[in-house]
C-alpha cells in the first residue's frame, strides 16, 4: 500500500482552516447508514462536500450525504462527517482514514464513531445499542501498513485501549441518568460488501465478537495511532447472518437506523453536552 504523503494531509488541513476562519473542531463525529441526521441540530453549521477539499475521495455508500458539517453542537465545537469511507467502495485503508488526520491536523482530540452493525450476541434483540469496548479486525491489510509517518503517532502503537475507558463509562452515565438502554460489547470487523455467512457468524460468536459491521474499526486505529480519544457506538439494526430465517437487505438496515434515531441522538448529544464547553463560532 501506498503512503499517502503527509503534504497531502497538510493541504487538505490547509484548505478547510481557510473556510473555517477562527473556527476550530474539538470532536469528530462519524455518522453511520442513515445516521447523518444529527448534523441537521448543529448551530451555524457550515458544509463542506469532500471533493471541494484536495486529495479526499467521495463517499459513495447508500445514506451517506458525503460532506464535512462544521458547527456547534450542545456546547462543542465539531466536524461531523456525514457519510464515510469503506474498503468495500474500493478505497485503500489510506483513503478510508484519511478524515481523520485532516480533522486531527485541524485540532481535534477526540473522535465519536458511529455504525450501523448486526447484532451476533443471541441475548440482545435487534435495535440494540452497544458502547465499543473493543474490536476484533481480521482484515490482513491495515491503515497503519507502509512508512510511519511521525506527526502522527509512532511506528508501533499501543491498542489495549483504543476506545477510551473514561468515554465508555461516560456514556454508560449518560445512557443510565436519560434512560437508554445499552449494553458494552465487541465489534468484530469485516472488509464486505457482502453480508456474513452463517457460519463466519458463528465463528465470530466463538471469538467472542457481540456485533459485526464494515466500518468503524479503521478510523478507530488511526485515531488512536494519532493520540485521538475514542467513543464508538454501534446501532445494532439486525440480526446477523443465520440468527433468523430471513435474508439480509440493505432496506432493513436503514429502516432499523430510522427506526432508532431518537434514543440514538440523545445517547450522542448527551456525551457531547457531558464533555465540555465551545468558544471561537464560524465565519458569519
Known amino acids: 500500500m501506498e503512503t499517502i504523503p503527509f503534504a497531502h494531509y497538510q493541504e487538505s488541513a490547509d484548505y478547510l482552516a481557510a473556510r473555517l476562519g477562527d473556527f476550530r ?7 453511520g447508514s442513515g445516521l447523518g441526521y444529527l448534523a441537521d441540530q448543529m448551530e451555524e453549521p457550515l458544509a463542506v462536500p469532500y471533493g471541494d477539499i484536495p486529495h ?19 456546547g462543542r465545537r465539531v466536524a ?12 485503500t485503508f489510506g483513503q478510508v482514514t ?52 511521525p506527526q502522527f503517532g509512532p511506528r508501533f502503537p499501543d491498542s489495549s485501549q483504543v476506545y477510551t475507558p473514561t468515554l465508555r463509562a461516560l456514556a454508560g452515565q449518560v445512557a443510565a441518568e436519560q434512560g437508554i438502554p ?3 460489547g465487541v465489534y468484530l470487523y469485516m ?4 453480508y456474513e455467512t452463517p457460519a463466519e457468524i458463528r465463528a465470530a460468536r466463538l471469538l467472542g465478537a457481540d456485533a459485526v459491521g464494515m466500518s468503524t474499526v479503521p478510523e478507530a486505529v488511526v485515531a488512536g495511532h494519532a493520540g485521538m480519544q475514542v467513543l464508538g457506538i ?15 437487505s440493505e432496506e432493513e438496515v436503514l429502516q432499523s437506523a430510522a427506526a432508532g434515531r431518537e434514543k440514538f441522538s440523545a445517547l450522542v448529544l448527551g456525551c457531547l453536552e457531558r464533555m465540555g464547553s465551545a468558544g471561537s463560532a464560524l465565519p458569519g
Open 56 to 74: 479526499f475521495a467521495r463517499s459513495t455508500a447508500p445514506g451517506h450525504a458525503g460532506r464535512f458539517v462544521f458547527g456547534t453542537l450542545r
Open 98 to 149: 484519511y478524515p481523520v488526520r485532516v480533522v486531527r491536523l485541524l485540532g481535534a482530540e477526540t473522535m465519536i464513531v458511529t455504525n450501523a452493525a448486526g447484532c451476533v450476541n443471541l441475548d440482545w434483540p435487534a435495535g440494540t445499542l452497544m458502547v465499543m469496548d473493543d474490536h476484533i479486525k481480521l482484515a490482513l491489510d491495515s491503515p497503519l501498513r507502509g512508512e510511519n509517518l
Open 234 to 248: 454501534s446501532l445494532l439494526t439486525n440480526m446477523a447472518a443465520g440468527i433468523l430465517d430471513t435474508p439480509l
Open 191 to 194: 472488509p464486505g460488501p457482502q
Open 80 to 91: 461531523v462527517m456525514q457519510g464515510r469511507f469503506h474498503y468495500y467502495e474500493g478505497y
Open 25 to 31: 473542531p474539538e470532536v469528530l463525529l462519524i455518522l
Open 182 to 184: 445499552v449494553e458494552h
